[in-house]
């Protein structure tokens, strides 16, 4: 990441992917080594801790996200946590259509209208209290996975546990050999009626990044995307459940 820096370099990005925490403590240096804000795309990792302390609190910006598949939901939308007083303002007005709170047709800017609703934020509030048992219910699903999917050749799972890292369980992403047997596995599933997700399509092949992204070598990102399948998690998901699609993955594999 450091040898990607040019004078154009304004920030760093980083991705708690899945829910699994990002060296932050490396991120951090490198970040104030290079005079570079850093933002925290922590929307997938609300409660995932890096050495004690939860992320979201490394960046001087980051994002979190309460869409419906999420640990914690408002329906839709997010939250945006700041260290900055005028960096705070400045997300109040431009997620208010540009509005400064002086008068409701008095507009600074061009913004955005990215209000949630009172009903959404009630249901966070909610959620948020909630949030230490939704947790554990979604760790204890992930530890029950692990011990009757590793003996299932051809496929790699997520680590339960990685030094400094408290994951927060936002999907089960395994990794398969190929694209034809992560598609077949998908399909098997889905005619038994069990949702599984691909994660993810990498961002530069998408048509709005293609022609940025143009001769960027990123073949390690195709050959993963190619490869993950997301498994059945959610927060009431039960051992039944779960045995179901183990099941229905063993039925597939030795089909093959």
């Not at 994951?167 to 069990?194: C, K, N, P």
Request: charged share 25%; aromatic share 6%; glycine share 8%.
């Amino acid at each position: 990441m450091e040898r990607a820096i040019t004078p154009r370099t304004r920030a760093i990005l980083v991705v708690h992917t899945f829910g699994i925490p990002a060296d932050m403590e490396a991120l951090r240096s490198v970040a104030d080594r290079h005079g570079l804000v850093l933002i925290e795309d922590a929307c997938e990792a609300i409660g995932a801790e890096w050495d004690g302390r939860r992320v979201g609190g490394f960046g001087d910006l980051a994002v979190l996200g309460f869409y419906p598949n999420k640990q914690i939901t408002t329906g839709e939308g997010g939250a945006v946590l700041v260290r900055i007083p005028e960096h705070a303002a400045t997300i109040r007005r431009l997620r208010n259509q540009g509005r400064d709170g002086q008068g409701w047709l008095d507009q600074r800017d061009i913004g955005y209208n990215y209000r949630l609703s009172e009903l959404e934020c009630a249901l966070g509030r909610v959620q948020l209290r909630r949030i230490a048992e939704i947790l554990a219910k979604r760790r204890a699903a992930a530890q029950r996975y692990h011990p009757r999917l590793k003996n299932i050749p051809h496929m790699e799972l997520p680590p339960l546990a990685l030094p400094h890292r408290t994951v927060s369980w936002f999907v089960y992403v395994v990794r398969v050999t190929s694209e034809a047997a992560r598609d077949r596995m998908q399909a098997h599933l889905a005619q038994r009626g069990i949702a599984t997700g691909r994660y993810f399509a990498p961002i530069h092949l998408q048509p709005p990044w293609r022609t940025a992204a143009q001769g960027t070598d990123l073949r390690l990102t195709e050959k993963i995307a190619r490869s993950t399948l997301a498994l059945s998690l959610f927060n009431r998901i039960t051992l039944e459940q779960q045995e179901e699609v183990i099941r229905a993955l063993c039925d597939v594999i030795q089909s093959d």
